[in-house]
């Protein structure tokens, strides 16, 4: 079970403590907030995550309004280690885009593993936009592209910032992907190339032809060596255990060994563009 299932469990255990104190049944504080019985089930037994104004809900109507703050801190604990998309993205995207850059701006050494896609940190504009477009129509949220590709171009400004290091390994793959339109992935393509060199920056590309020491995992972005995230398709995770902050760097680290880097790295992007150009 996962630290996240724990906690969300422990805050369900909780609630259903206060409903008993109040000495109401499950069905009666239902019918006393209108919802349905199976949401009350379901946030007692840790298999639906309460919102703030849930949790502010159910302590007036079990009659402790005096807890809603200590409760609403409970949450808030859970979701510092799973932020699902669906709430994180309720405002639209620019938010999450300057929460991302405030834990950079944090960190001294950013290193980055991205199999599918581009790292946010080095997209153009046009490809920035594509991309933030696809998420906004796969979470149905709200389309603030405009602002969100303005605070992704903010977060670039620390790439040049003397005493940094920002470490990249993207998978080849992530170089054909047609997440955009060619131009737009020429353009891509073109602005890795002039990154190379970069004394704050090193790109890495791992080839079709290496020997994987393990198989190709989902993305994930190690900041100092403090906490990892990793971003599925329904949600942020924030690891911050050592344990899990380790395991992170032996597999950042392994991939490392096989991948190309400088010049190397240079002609691995520069064939992409060929071969993008020949196609």
Request: proline share 3%; charged share 25%; aromatic share 6%.
């Amino acid at each position: 079970m996962s630290d996240f299932q724990r906690a969300r469990e422990a805050l369900g255990a909780r609630l259903q403590g206060l409903r008993a104190d109040a000495e109401l049944t499950g069905r009666e504080l239902a019918g006393r907030l209108g919802w349905p019985h199976s949401k009350i089930s379901k946030l007692e037994n840790g298999r639906q995550t309460a919102t703030g104004a849930d949790l502010a809900a159910w302590a007036e109507a079990t009659g402790h309004a005096a807890l809603v703050v200590s409760l609403q801190n409970d949450l808030s604990g859970l979701e510092t280690h799973y932020r699902s998309w669906r709430r994180r993205l309720s405002g639209g995207h620019q938010h999450a885009q300057r929460e991302a850059g405030t834990e950079e701006r944090n960190a001294r050494v950013v290193r980055a593993y991205e199999p599918t896609v581009v790292p946010g940190l080095l997209q153009t504009p046009d490809y920035a936009r594509h991309v933030l477009l696809a998420a906004a129509a796969l979470h149905q949220s709200p389309r603030d592209t405009d602002e969100a590709v303005r605070e992704r171009m903010r977060r670039q400004e620390l790439l040049y910032e003397t005493g940094r290091r920002f470490r990249f390994i993207l998978w080849k793959g992530a170089l054909h992907a047609r997440v955009c339109p060619p131009g737009v992935l020429r353009s891509q393509l073109d602005r890795l190339c002039g990154l190379i060199g970069l004394d704050t920056v090193s790109i890495a590309v791992i080839p079709f032809s290496a020997t994987l020491p393990l198989s190709l995992r989902h993305g994930f972005w190690i900041h100092d060596r403090s906490f990892v995230t990793v971003e599925t398709i329904n949600a942020s995770l924030h690891l911050d255990e050592q344990a899990d902050v380790a395991l992170y760097l032996r597999a950042w680290e392994l991939y490392e060994q096989v991948a190309e880097t400088g010049t190397d790295a240079y002609h691995v992007l520069a064939a992409a563009r060929h071969a993008l150009e020949a196609a």
